[in-house]
Structures are given as C-alpha cells and as structure tokens.
C-alpha cells in the first residue's frame, strides 16, 4: 500500500488568476456565460479614476473558484484575480493502486488544473477505495468531488470513518447524485471513500469539507472604471476560457477599495454541461463523449453501449463495423458497412446473385441492338406520295 504525505498547510494567501491557461481557445460570450450558475451584480461605484475594487465571497458555495467579470458597458470580459486563505489539516492519501497510478497528489493540491485519472478495466466496473488522514479530527458532513471536464460522476460511494478507534459507516454504498455527497455529521481523522465507476474518472480534487476549519478569506480583484456596471458570474460547471484583455497587478494593487458583497442570484443563462448534446448532463451521461438520449446499457456495466467495446477489439461498438465479433483490421469487401467477419449474408441483391448484374448489361445491350436497327430501318423508308400532285 503506498502512502503519500502532504505537510500541513497554515493560514496563508493564495493567489489564483482566473485567465484560462493559453492552450485552451477562447469561447464566445455566450458559451462563457452559460457555464455559471450564479452571479453577482455590481452597480456605478463613487469612483473618479479606474481603481482596483475588492468584492468578498467568503460566504458563498462554490465547487471552483472560477470567475468571469462582464463589463455591461462595454460587452466584454475583464481580467480579474482570485485571492483566498486556506486553512487545512495535514491530509494523506492511501490507496492500493500502483504507486504512479492515478497521479494521487494531484486530488489535494488545490489546483483545479490537475486531475487523478483512473483507469477503466475492459470487462467490469472500475473501484477505487482512498485513505484521507488528518492530524487532528475533522468534523464533516460532506465530501465534494471536482470532476475534470467531460466526465461522468461515479456510479456509487461508500464512506466510512474510524471514530474513537470504531470503523464506522457513515454513508452506505449509495449511488452518486452530485459532485457534494452529504452524510451525517461525524469526526474522525481517518476517513476511507470507495467509489465504483463505469466511465474513466479524473477527479481534480477531493474535499473533506471541513466545518471545524479556519474561515475561508476569499474575495475578487478587478479594475473598475467610473460609470460603470459589472455582473461577476461564478461558480461553473466546467472550465471555460473567457477572452480578456491585458490585465495590471492585482495582486500587489494600492489603494484596493472593499465594497461589501452583493446578493446572489441565478444564472438564468446557464446550461449544465452536456458534450455530446445528447441532452443527458456529463456528470449523468453514461457515454459523454457520443450522444446516446437512450442511455442503453445491455451488459450494466456503466457503460453507454454505443461507448462500450462488446467484442474487446479496442474499438467501440459505435465505429465497429462488427461489434460483436473481433475484427481490428474493420475489413469490409464488399464495402456495405458491415465487417467481413459477420457479413454471413451478403445484403444487397446483386452480392446475393453476381450473375444480375451481367443479366442486367446484356438485355441493354439486346434493347440497344434492337433500337439502332429500327432507327436505320425507319431511315430507309420511301416517305408517301402526295395525292395532290398527282396527274
């Protein structure tokens, strides 16, 4: 079993650009919006020059600190930068797995640009049981797995704790609604959480919310101009890379002006991610990447079948041209789409009988034969006397 130790993280500030990494390519306005959930209106500020403004978010629930700042005025996104305090226990993560599987470290490093992958078996469910340690007992009553994007929620979690040297469940083998799964409340410093998958899974992170913790000290930066009306949207569902334009230092800005925090309210312009446009939510799709509105899943292995590889040829059932029977080379003679290993009966009329064809091109050539020679014949015919010029 490997384990892999984290030191404990003290009270600090963390800086957080919400610029979208460059190899992402910037979407349209309205594909940015429809990624949040909620917002934040912030109405013409007292202001006389463009100050630097500071918007707390201390209170809000949020699964990813990404933000996107819509000027109203001038119908563009502008830079922004996402600053929060952390106050954590020291968190191990133990697991079975080999030691380089999966990338463990990557679910606490509070980057929510990197992500644990778990590899799918070919002929079952995927399962994968984690370790989280503390140094000193956390009360929580929830756990929230930020899923990379284009992936489906596991199928089913089991949680339990060691509570005063008991292994205790505190939740049963559930099937997975969400990406924040509640459960009693409950201390401990050992928590184990067992997942089954039907999909390859790459969570980013994986929170113990901690309800004994420090405080979380979070709040917004951006520029503002005078005169000006902004709407902060935040809280997506996925990744999004609004196109902004040249951005001053936020970070270590003077003269930052606190204005208090505005309601929130929701995103009426928000669509859940859906890749496929299958009209079934990733995070429920059991094929995400090939639109499936049925969800048919014959075997009950997860897995959508148009995503699944009955014949175990490395090709799924929606690109196999046979995909009950192993034919990696896909050879197809005949081309009619279905794999020469399961072509039995060949589909069309003229591969069941080879001679129609040769039928067909004769009686064409016999009509034509037949139509040359009346042509000439009736160009050979004496054309009929007049009777009126007749002595």
Not at 67 to 76: E, G, K, R
Not at 114 to 128: C, H, I, K, N, Y
Not at 202 to 225: C, D, G, K, W, Y
Not at 247 to 271: F, M, W
């Amino acid at each position: 079993m490997k384990y892999i130790s984290f030191s404990a993280l003290t009270l600090c500030l963390l800086a957080v650009t919400v610029q979208v990494q460059a190899q992402d390519a910037p979407l349209a306005p309205e594909q940015v919006i429809s990624a949040y959930r909620e917002y934040k209106e912030i109405g013409s500020l007292s202001i006389r020059v463009p100050t630097v403004i500071e918007v707390p978010f201390n209170t809000e629930s949020m699964e990813r600190t990404d933000f996107a700042v819509w000027n109203q005025a001038t119908n563009i996104f502008e830079p922004s930068f996402f600053r929060q305090g952390i106050a954590s226990a020291s968190i191990a993560l133990s697991s079975d797995l080999p030691p380089l599987e999966g990338r463990l470290p990557n679910m606490l490093d509070t980057d929510e640009r990197t992500s644990a992958e778990f590899r799918l078996p070919d002929d079952a469910w995927g399962q994968v049981t984690l370790t989280l340690s503390s140094t000193a007992p956390v009360t929580a009553s929830s756990l929230t797995l930020l899923l990379d994007d284009h992936v489906a929620l596991p199928l089913t979690a089991e949680i339990r704790a060691l509570v005063n040297g008991t292994d205790k469940i505190v939740l049963a083998k559930s099937k997975v609604q969400s990406s924040t799964i509640s459960f009693p409340r409950t201390t401990a410093k050992t928590w184990t959480v067992s997942l089954t998958y039907g999909q390859p899974l790459r969570i980013t992170e994986l929170r113990l919310n901690q309800e004994n913790a420090t405080p979380f000290i979070r709040s917004l930066r951006f520029l503002a101009q005078p005169g000006t009306t902004y709407r902060i949207y935040f809280n997506p569902d996925r990744r999004v890379a609004a196109k902004v334009g040249e951005s001053g230092d936020l970070a270590s800005a003077k003269d930052v002006l606190p204005i208090g925090g505005s309601p929130t309210q929701p995103n009426l312009a928000y669509r859940i991610a859906d890749s496929d446009g299958d009209s079934i939510p990733d995070v429920q799709d059991n094929c995400v990447s090939i639109a499936n509105p049925d969800q048919q899943d014959l075997n009950g292995n997860g897995r959508g079948d148009v995503c699944d590889d009955f014949d175990q040829d490395g090709i799924i059932n929606s690109k196999d041209n046979c995909p009950n029977l192993p034919n990696r080379d896909q050879k197809d003679s005949d081309s009619d789409g279905i794999g020469d290993v399961c072509d039995v009966q060949e589909s069309r009329v003229t591969e069941r009988l080879p001679w129609l064809p040769w039928a067909g091109m004769g009686a064409a050539a016999v009509v034509l034969v037949v139509l040359v020679a009346l042509t000439l014949r009736s160009g050979k015919t004496t054309p009929p006397t007049d009777p009126s010029k007749e002595s």
